[in-house]
């Protein structure tokens, strides 16, 4: 474990990436994951701890996951009902629908009682809640005993979630032949302490939100409830400081996921620069690993073209290298210390990004410019 003057930590610190894989495997509850919004770090009670080292032999960050390169790679999107309601063209709603009516167990993340976890279930009627794309970070502490005894029963699980959580999952469980694993594309989360931050700076109460949605196909934007905070046209800071990698947690400046090599059967993300007149509904870049993400590819119901790969890394910078840390990012952070408003935080750090966007807003108000629906 490392040792600072201050505390013990369970791999370097800062560089946690909340999988929760260590918290689930220690024997005498001696660890917790302290989030100081800037970073993770998985704190050690030295009280409790008996130096097994169990945590580390289970940290993806200690004992590294097997990345691969994609052997099969298409872009594509699921019928429209699927599609309409997905983030991006709804390859993982189609994949994890054909998984579960083969009779699988999906866990997957979803929004619920005010917190981003995981569930695992086999009914097809409970696929839809984990539609659209959480830009934060998810909690999958609540799942694992849970995949544990899917997989101990003889189940077939397909794990979805970011590929750090991926990476989790397999340090736990690598040995059942039963699993199945895919990851996003991703450029980095925020702590969801953020994301709480910003709703209660324009107002809304957390308790009040029983849905919550961060981008429809290719429009991003928060909508609460079903409404969007600002209209279509106009960013809202949080996607703003998202978007611009101002307010990640600081191991995501240097993710060793963001790479062609992925460490699940599947990976999904977004075809960017390729099929232009079909990006508005959102299109789907697909790559598989192994032949079990073939498999899983192949059953789904899944409207599939020809991928230029080359191209579709180009325009994905997470397929080459993690995000850049944003010029504004300790200007955001200090703001936020000092004054604890993250509207203003971001206007600090973004003060021209922000003046679009208000600017724009404006317009829209006095109906100079048109709203887009
Ligand atoms: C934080 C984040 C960053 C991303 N960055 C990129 C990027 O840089 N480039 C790119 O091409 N794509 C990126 N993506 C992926 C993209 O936004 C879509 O999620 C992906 O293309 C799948 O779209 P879909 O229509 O197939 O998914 P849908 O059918 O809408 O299903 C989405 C699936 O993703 C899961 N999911 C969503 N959010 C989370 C979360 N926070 N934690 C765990 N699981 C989650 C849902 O539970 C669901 O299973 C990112 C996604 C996230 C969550
Ligand atoms: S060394 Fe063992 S007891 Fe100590 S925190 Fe790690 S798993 Fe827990
Ligand atoms: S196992 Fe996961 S949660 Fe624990 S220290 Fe490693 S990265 Fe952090
Ligand atoms: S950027 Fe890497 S470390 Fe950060 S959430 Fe995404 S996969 Fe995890």
Redesign the pocket.
Known sequence: MRKSEKMSTVCDIDMCTGCRACENVCPKNAIRIEDSIGALNAIIDKEKCVDCDTCKKVCPNEVLCELREPIFWKQG??PEE??Q????????????MSFVKKGGY?V???FEDGD?I?KATNNVKDINK?????????N?QNIYEEIKTLLSRGEKVLF???PC?VAGVISLYREYEELYT?D??????PSPSLLKQYISDEGIIWETITQID??N?NRFGISINGSRIKPNRVLDSYLLA?LNSLNYTENCYSCRYASIKRVSDIT?????GQLSDKMDK?V??ILCQSEKGIALLETAELHLEEVDLSAAVDA????KHP?NRHIGRRRFMKSLKKNGNFKRAVFIALPIACIKQKLKDLLIELHIIKDYV
């Open positions: 999107w699921a699927i599609r309601h997905s983030a991006s063209g709804g390859a993982a709603s189609a994949i994890i999906v997957s993340c979803l981003f995981f984990f539609a659209g794309s959480k830009y934060v970070k998810s999958p979805i979630g970011l959580q895919m996003l594309i991703c450029h980095g989360t961060f981008r196909n998202f999904l993300g977004d075809a960017w959102g789907s870049l994905n910078h997470q397929l995000s």
